[in-house]
């Protein structure tokens, strides 16, 4: 009898996965594989929306900072492949030019090289960007809050994508995925 109740529990000790078990690993496999495809999409799209993002919070940052501190007026500069805020820099008592922060957040940032390019539209007018390498003012923020109103556009030509950015006279910033 004894032999009988040794090879019972022998054979419920085996060891191995159910049908029902295998299936649930699998489901969860391919739940996971799902969500990283979603997450990672389309590398140029990505990039154009995190730069786009960038940009726009750098533009409410230096407004907060510019109504907490009291500062002076701070510009926007914008070229076709880089922007950075601005100072407005007494060099003697008649000459005064804008020089970009000197600030890991908000001094000169270069977008990806080759994928994305800036645009700046004032009052529904495109601006042709200045492509010297001297810094000039396309965007004011004031120490009230008000900005010069406008369109900031990010393009990545090649994949026929836009973000924008539309920042209104009241200070108000907001990033579009089309056209506002």
Do not use: C
Not at 36 to 60: F, I, N, P, W
Not at 102 to 116: F, K, M, R, S, Y
Not at 139 to 144: A, G, I, M, P, Y
């Amino acid at each position: 009898m004894s032999m009988r109740s040794d090879h019972h529990s022998a054979h419920r000790l085996q060891t191995g996965f159910t049908l029902f078990e295998v299936l649930i690993v699998l489901v969860l496999i391919g739940v996971m594989a799902g969500l990283a495809t979603l997450s990672l999409g389309d590398g140029a799209e990505r990039e154009l929306r995190r730069e786009a993002d960038r940009l726009a919070t750098v533009l409410k940052l230096a407004r907060d900072e510019l109504l907490i501190s009291g500062g002076s007026e701070r510009a926007l500069g914008i070229r076709r492949d880089s922007y950075s805020m601005l100072d407005l820099v007494l060099l003697d008592d008649a000459t005064r030019e804008w020089q970009p922060v000197n600030d890991a957040q908000l001094g000169p940032h270069v977008v990806t090289e080759g994928l994305i390019e800036l645009d700046f539209e004032a009052a529904d007018q495109p601006r042709s960007l200045s492509s010297s390498r001297v810094w000039t003012p396309q965007l004011r923020l004031s120490n009230t809050g008000e900005m010069t109103p406008g369109l900031i556009v990010l393009r990545a030509r090649e994949h026929n994508l836009e973000r924008f950015i539309q920042v209104e006279l009241t200070g108000h910033i907001e990033v579009f995925s089309e056209r506002p």
